[in-house]
């Protein structure tokens, strides 16, 4: 809480140490996003033809205007799953001795401990047709036939959460973090609720630490290749499957482009809206 | 008006509260505070005044004992039902919040309808002189103005009982006694029955109707700042509360009020009985405080050598070094010139009268 301790002004620092890692965000980023660019604004795929046919193409075809819709709704529903199921977590770990909040960052940073390959296949046995949960669905007798999991959007929303949730639980841990718990108690003493202490004064101090884990989780469950695919399977196509496809299967490499031009501006746009949020609420700064 | 509300009455019933480790956080406390009183709760850190405070407030929940605001047992109620309002040592305002919404926050959860909530927040602000800065957020407010604020705040839901958690240790000395003398002033007014938790024994001295003192989670002493700075009943009040030269000797001969003790220091001296007859022939701690000394010119008294002279405005401190070794401070008031003593100078020191020296039985 209060004031930035009077540090230097970072302008002040000599920018001269920053130039390595710019050189190489200039020659490994830079410059191939800007070749990228280029690349789009060809016709056809030999590259002779300038225009802007292949974003007129995008922008006109019901079935890719689809899967950019259905990309950003995935990405949209992981990160509220992950914001609803993380958020208590969070606020769990402010309230307990030092020996559970131990317990609790190891589980949170367990999932970063595998890789996302052997998480994904983890999901494909619990999920699957003859998976955990219909296996004991069915020894249970809830159901007769297996419910279809694998392959499906709930399948891909929940594996895709489980997945990224360290993304959404490490910030909003920071932010509840930062909340002097005398507030919680003020607001107590002075006749509030839970609730109303929840609502009024938790959520709008925690909301640096809601847009930090909701921008964080959206692009990273969009952009989710490998987790989106293995789940999701062939029936379900996201945005990065789809540009996988159009370059590597198809070699319509302007094409590609364009897709990847227009899924990074569609990213940009979703992130500057949670930004704005975030300056909108007077809590961003109070904090 | 809200000034005219008169307090409740606040009991503290016998409350004793362990830590789930098993170790005595306040142990068998009794305080009978009437209504509209102001009560300092004295002590140094870890003594357990502020876990007195939130058993108060309900944030903790006792293992033992009561609290009862007027007529009612709240021990079942939770701090949001107790209306029990507190200042924070830290003010804990809500930084996302106007001042205004701030003072208002109280009586939004009680319902009152956004125009009435304006109002009386304005009429609050008024109250604790800051009329102007209802739009403003608490960091645009300086220490002395945030406490204010706090105050507007934990009056607004018109309590019976107003807590104050180490209320001045964050303003600097000047502002603590504005601060100190503008809280008495909102007291009055208002008629609450407070209740101010401190380390600081001037505040508490200064401010409170009663103090109670508390030292390791029990009560020491209860009664108005006289009796507790005058008549201590303990060795820690008289120690902790004021400076006291602390001469140990042995009882003489002792009766319920008097007892005639020979100190180590080398004279003879009547004394009081603090807490209870003394045994004949027993050690005890007489404490005397350095402005109750005073130097005498006979063979009464016992005697000392000067060791150096602080001259401390209006006062002037001499430390003298008695015959058993011991270190002994006298005050004197500086009245029109005050002689100056040389380092080295034997010297004759007694108690002024001995109701002014108290005995204690020594502890082991």
Known sequence: MGAAPASRDVTSYGMGLAAPLALFFLLFFVAPLLQLFWLSLHNDTAGLHWGLGQYLHFLTDPFSLGVLGSTLLLGAEVTAVCLVLGFPIAWLYQRVGPKLQTVIILIVLLPLLTSVVVRTFAWIVILGRQGIINATLQSLGVIDTPLKLLYTQFGVVIALAQVQMPLMTLPLITALGRIDPNLDDASCSLGAGSWRTFFRIVLPLSLPGVIAGCTLTYAAAITAFITQSLVGGGQMLFMPMYLYQQASTLQNWPFAAAISIIFLLAVLAVVSVFTTLGRLSRGYGGA | ?364
């Open chain 2, 1 to 364: 008006m809200a000034e005219a509300q008169g307090g409740r009455s606040l009991v503290v019933d016998a409350v004793t509260h362990r830590y789930p480790s098993g170790a005595l956080a306040v142990e068998n406390i009794n305080l009978d505070i009437k209504g509209g009183e102001i009560i300092a709760l004295l002590g140094p850190s870890g003594c357990g005044k502020t876990t007195l405070l939130r058993i108060i407030a309900g944030f903790i929940a006792q293992t033992q004992g009561r609290i009862i605001i007027g007529d009612d047992i709240v021990d079942a109620l939770p701090p949001n039902k107790r209306a029990v309002g507190i200042v924070f040592q830290n003010y804990a305002l809500f930084p996302h919040l106007s001042i205004s919404e701030n003072v208002a926050y109280g009586l939004a959860a009680r319902g009152v309808d956004k125009a009435a909530r304006q109002r009386e927040a304005q009429r609050l602000l008024e109250l604790v002189q800051l009329p102007t800065m209802a739009e403003r957020l608490p960091r645009q407010l300086s220490g002395g103005q945030q406490q204010r604020v706090a105050l507007a705040r934990a009056l607004a839901i018109k309590p019976s009982i107003l807590l104050l958690d180490e209320p001045f240790a964050a303003l600097d000395k000047n502002l603590r006694l504005d601060m100190q003398i503008e809280v008495k002033r909102l007291q009055r007014v208002s008629g609450i029955t407070t209740l101010i938790v401190t380390h600081d024994q001037e505040e508490a001295l200064s401010m409170a109707d009663r103090v109670a003192v508390l030292s390791h989670g029990k009560l020491e002493q209860f009664g108005s700042p006289s009796d507790v700075y005058d008549r201590p009943q303990t060795l820690f009040v008289n120690t902790f509360v004021g400076s006291t030269n602390r001469m140990p000797g042995i009882v003489v001969s002792a009766d319920r009020t008097a007892a005639k003790v020979r100190l180590d220091a080398g004279a003879e001296i009547i004394a009081r009985p603090a807490a209870g007859t003394l045994t004949e022939g027993g050690r005890v701690t007489v404490c005397i405080r350095p402005e109750h000394l005073q130097f005498v010119g006979d063979e009464t008294g016992f005697a000392g050598v000067v060791g150096m002279s602080l001259p401390l405005g209006a006062t002037v401190v001499h430390e003298v070094t008695t015959a058993d070794g011991s270190g002994v401070k006298i005050s004197e008031a500086r009245i029109g010139e005050t002689r100056a003593l040389e380092s080295g100078a034997a010297v004759r020191l007694a108690p002024l009268a001995p109701s002014l020296a108290n005995a204690f039985p020594a502890t082991l």
